[in-house]
């Protein structure tokens, strides 16, 4: 019997970011085909090894704080190396990108190594210093890859003008677990008992960690619009620190007189339920987004979106909710308010389409195998394996 193929990612950290959330879905619904370790080189922002491991996946931690690969950790890459002898290396957002590059120079003999690339660069001045210096330095490095993974048209455009190769792209968007994310009516009523408000409440929601580039406080500015105008319209907000500990969402919140109308919810396990109860479900990101994973989830869920026109958001809404431009409360609260006054009916006849527009565009399963074929013709097209791969184990 042929060896089983082995797949090492490398990922900056292991926080419950969209990039680090697509590594989970990929590694819980992949086949049994390839075997499987994850590299983090953050040893801090862990929150979804516990799930990973639980997948019976193998994680090793590096230890670092995002800096360039040190002697220590050359170190520590060329022993795992040696003890997994992957078959092919798949980085994950820049810094791990660069060392998944890193681990394909020390591999004996090379590997096939993948970039996985997942924002767009609008507003990139707005990312740290050190990250916008490794994207930039990457560009120079973007021969080395086989393969660069864009999750996003967007994002692929705007690296491309900044010197990455055109000719290593290929596009995968993120993919959706659709029994997971679905319509579910018990979940709307059992969640606004849960909040404490009225059955009829109007539920306008989003999903998001707190981060600049999701811009929080344009979401205020036009929730505090809608509260203004509905008196039912109630504002949930879930994501990693979305707490009122952060003093700068609690004293917005109560500059624009939400408090008694506003969840802070924080980090949730409960997702699906708390999409599945929104009447609508908002993505205020003004950089950064290449395919966003919250609005995708929505979606299935059968839940209408008011996205801003950042990375491919508008290209994934379509035709099943509305697109703004980013920073622009007002309008946002312009689309806000079209969903409402259109009534429940059409906000349910817009949720049927946009369920239907990931089932057949963005399933999860759909969206596995091209990561799985991905790797299958590297390793074929690749020099001699460390190991002897049967050609009947790839091409099954």
């Not at 330095?137 to 990455?164: C, K, M």
């Not at 950089?287 to 209408?304: I, T």
Request: charged content about 20%; some cysteine.
């Amino acid at each position: 019997m042929a060896p089983m193929p082995r797949v090492m990612h490398v990922i900056t950290g292991l926080a419950s970011g969209g990039a680090e959330t697509m590594l989970l879905k990929l590694l819980s619904a992949r086949t049994k085909d390839f075997e499987v370790l994850v590299m983090t080189l953050d040893q801090k922002e862990l929150t979804l090894e516990p799930a990973i491991r639980q997948l019976g996946v193998s994680v090793c931690n590096l230890g670092l704080r995002r800096s360039i690969p040190s002697p220590r950790v050359a170190l520590a890459v060329r022993r795992t190396l040696l003890q997994f002898r992957p078959h092919v290396i798949q980085g994950w957002m820049p810094h791990g990108n660069l060392v998944a590059s890193f681990a394909g120079i020390l591999s004996r003999p090379r590997v096939p190594v993948l970039w996985n690339i997942r924002m767009s660069l609008s507003e990139s001045r707005e990312e740290p210093l050190r990250t916008r210096a490794i994207i930039r330095f990457a560009a120079r490095l973007s021969w080395h890859p086989q393969v660069i993974i864009y999750n996003s048209q967007s994002g692929a455009r705007q690296h491309e003008a900044l010197g990455y190769r055109a000719s290593k792209r290929v596009f995968i968007p993120n993919g959706f677990d659709c029994q997971l994310f679905r319509p579910n009516q018990d979940a709307r009523r059992r969640v606004r008992c849960e909040l404490g408000v009225a059955e009829d409440a109007l539920l306008i929601g989003m999903v998001a960690r707190n981060h600049p580039m999701k811009d929080h406080s344009n979401f205020l500015r036009a929730a505090a619009i809608i509260a203004s105008r509905y008196p039912l319209a109630r504002f949930v907000l879930v994501g990693t620190g979305v707490t009122t500990e952060d003093q700068v969402l609690a004293n917005t919140i109560a500059q624009h007189q939400l408090t008694h109308k506003t969840f802070l919810l924080g980090q949730r396990p409960d997702i699906p339920r708390l999409t599945a109860a929104l009447d609508v479900a908002c993505s205020t990101s003004f950089w950064g987004e290449g395919f966003s994973n919250a609005v995708g989830e929505a979606m299935a869920c059968g839940v209408p979106c008011v996205v801003t026109d950042i990375g491919d958001s508008a290209g994934i809404v379509a035709n099943t909710g509305l697109i703004v431009p980013a920073r622009n409360p007002e309008a946002f609260a312009q689309s806000l308010a079209q969903l409402i006054e259109a009534g429940t009916e059409r906000r349910r006849e817009l949720g049927i389409l946009a369920r239907q527009r990931v089932e057949e565009n963005f399933s999860l399963d759909v969206i596995v195998r091209r990561y799985e074929d991905l790797y299958r013709q590297l390793m074929m097209n690749s020099v001699p394996l460390p190991l002897a791969v049967g050609t009947a184990k790839i091409d099954k």
